[in-house]
Structure formats: C-alpha cells, structure tokens
C-alpha cells in the first residue's frame, strides 16, 4: 500500500517538477528532508558542530566549570545571542511540517465530513491551526510560570533585570514562539492565500514577531511569558467558539460568544495592570527605567491596538445582526399577505369544489 505524501492535495494530474504547484503540492515533504539534512548532520563528527547550532539550544551562561559541579537536576540558564536566529529557523522548518500534518490529517478529514462553503471552510482551518498553537502555547507558559513561580512572587520578574538567564524549557519556549510567527510567511505560499486575505496574516505574523523578538532581545522574558500566557487564553477561548459557531448551524449556541468576550476584556485588563507593576513601578524606579517605561509604551501601544480590532468586530457584528433582522422583518409581512391572499381566494370558491379541489368553470 503506498503512503500518501504529507500536505499533498490527491490529483489526477501530476505537474512537473519544481513547478510552482509541485512544491505546493510537496511542500511539507521537501521542508523534510531539509530538516533531516540536518539532524544527521548531526551524526556525522565533521559537521556535527555545524548542525548543532541549528538544532540545540546555545549561550548556555552557567559555564561548563559550573555544570560539571552542579548536583544533578540542577537546570542550566542561557540567554539569547546570534545563534538564535540558527535555531529560530530549523524550528520554523518543523512548524511548516507540524502544520502540514495537522492540515492533511485532521482539519482537512473533519472538514469533508461537514461540507462547509468556501468562507466556513477558510476559517475553519484558520481557526484550527491558531486554536492548537495558541493551546499548547498556553499550556507550556502556565507550566513556566508554575516552575518559576512568576505569579507566587511578583518581584521575580524585575528582580536583578536585565540579569535574567532563561532555564531551558524557557528558552525554547521563545524559540518555538519565533519559528511559529516566521512560519506563517511561508505558509501564504504553501497554502495558496488569496491576495485580499494576505493583509491580515501578514500583520499577524509582522506583530508576532516584533513584540516576541523585542521581549526575548531586550531581557524582558520573565513577565513576557506571563503576559504571553494571558494572551494566549484569551485567544485559545476567541478561536473555540469561533469553531462551535461553525459547527453550530442552528444557532443554539449564539449567546456563548459573551463569555469570549468577557475573558478578552478581563485579559486585556490583567495584562495592563501587571504592566504598570513590572515595568513602572519594578524596572522603573531603578537605573535601567527608561528601558521599563519604553517597554510599557510597546506592551500598551499592543493592547490598545487589539482593543481597537475588538471594537471594529464587535461593532461589525452588531451592524450585520441588525440588517439580517431588518431584511427578516420585510420577508414576514410579505409572506403574511401571501398567505392572507390565498386563504381569500380559497373562501371565494363554493364548499363542495373546496372539498372536491376543483374549481367549476363555465
């Protein structure tokens, strides 16, 4: 039995190779072997050294001295550094990949299964793809910050700032976080975005990566995964209901997207007062304070455009919900005389031709 390659879309016609609907079509296999080209790299003594700085973690600052004493279990800390942007790219690579398997093998099965139109079927896999990662981002920030315990003691994260080394499931958190936003560029290609939806993502992507390669490069990673974590739950409860209303075509759950927003709203709060916490009130008052408040102006500029776009859809669904309801109100009145206009020419006709069906003619 053959194996059906991964993301590609079943054909009768086989494009040539290194056509643009050949890589569309192979994407996710030809990414592969990229990927594998250097993981055994890594098995080879001549280009292992090279291979490694694509695949593992580096600027380890506990020093090898240290290391070799510290009792076992103890973590080792880094910081960012150049070779970031090495490891930033493999882990895009196995993003384009992840994405690739979560399309063919699950979004795409649920969705021949619902016969969804186009509009239905683009925000399905939209939000699908966003609703796992922002998942499973969540859980790992709330894993960090139960591990660090960032929220049981508050000044943990200004403390010592900009001295703050990053265990290793922190750092690769803001790895994967980087790979993620940089894949989404790539991903207009492989998936064949339309141009008119390409502005939206494309801001999405830019955005991600400005504020997550701003927290990690200027030493604000401690509160940035805190409020990464906040902003993750908020999107992970925006995306699910997103999908319930796909899946709901009946409209019994309508009510539920209130509580999407009153967590958006609650986030977007806690997210401002901890800011003002850390960085006014924590990094402020100390000699690097201009490095605090010209983080509070990017964390507040962040909110208050989300706040903006929260407003734009909110007001955009109301206004679609009034004109439906406006265009319900005229159909019903017509359908009333309709209905009042055949009952009258019913009654017009003698008993026995009602009872009969037929109508005498002369």
């Not at 929220?151 to 976080?177: A, G, N, V």
């Not at 800011?275 to 990094?283: A, C, D, E, P, R």
Request: include cysteine.
């Amino acid at each position: 039995m053959a194996i059906k390659p991964i993301g590609r879309k079943s054909s009768s016609k086989n494009p040539p190779i290194l056509s643009h609907e050949f890589v569309i079509q192979n994407h996710a296999d030809i990414v592969s072997c990229i990927a594998m080209v250097f993981v055994v790299g890594l098995m080879i003594q001549t280009t292992s050294q090279l291979a490694s700085v694509f695949v593992t973690l580096h600027h380890n600052v506990t020093g090898e001295e240290a290391s070799a004493e510290n009792p076992r279990g103890v973590p080792f800390f880094y910081e960012a550094g150049w070779k970031d942007f090495c490891a930033v790219f493999f882990y895009m690579l196995i993003c384009i990949i992840m994405h690739a398997i979560l399309q063919e093998y699950v979004l795409d099965k649920i969705s021949k299964k619902l016969h969804l139109s186009k509009f239905k079927l683009s925000r399905f896999n939209e939000s699908g793809q966003l609703v796992v990662f922002y998942l499973v981002s969540f859980l790992w920030g709330f894993e960090v910050m139960l591990r660090e315990q960032y929220l049981s003691r508050l000044s943990s994260l200004w403390e010592d700032y900009p001295d703050h080394p990053m265990t290793f499931l922190h750092k690769l958190y803001f790895i994967i976080q980087l790979a993620y936003y940089l894949h989404m560029l790539p991903e207009l290609y492989f998936q064949k975005v339309k141009k008119e939806d390409q502005r939206e993502k494309i801001r999405h992507s830019t955005t991600g990566l400005f504020f997550v390669s701003f927290a990690y490069g200027t030493s604000f990673q401690r509160i940035s995964v805190v409020l990464l974590t906040f902003h993750y739950f908020s999107e992970v409860i925006t995306h699910f209901f997103q999908l319930l209303e796909i899946f709901d075509k009946h409209e019994k759950m309508a009510n539920a997207r209130v509580l999407s927003n009153i967590v958006f709203v609650f986030m977007r709060f806690s997210t401002m007062v901890l800011s003002v916490l850390t960085f006014f009130y924590g990094i402020g008052t100390t000699e690097l304070g201009h490095y605090g408040i010209l983080a509070l102006f990017v964390v507040y500029s962040l909110q208050g455009y989300l706040i903006f776009q929260f407003i734009n859809e909110f007001l955009r669904n109301r206004r679609e919900k009034q004109a439906e309801l406006k265009a319900l109100k005229k159909t019903k009145p017509a359908k009333v005389d309709k209905a009042k206009k055949e009952k009258k020419a019913d009654s017009d006709v003698p008993e026995v031709e009602q009872n009969s069906g037929k109508v005498k003619t002369k």
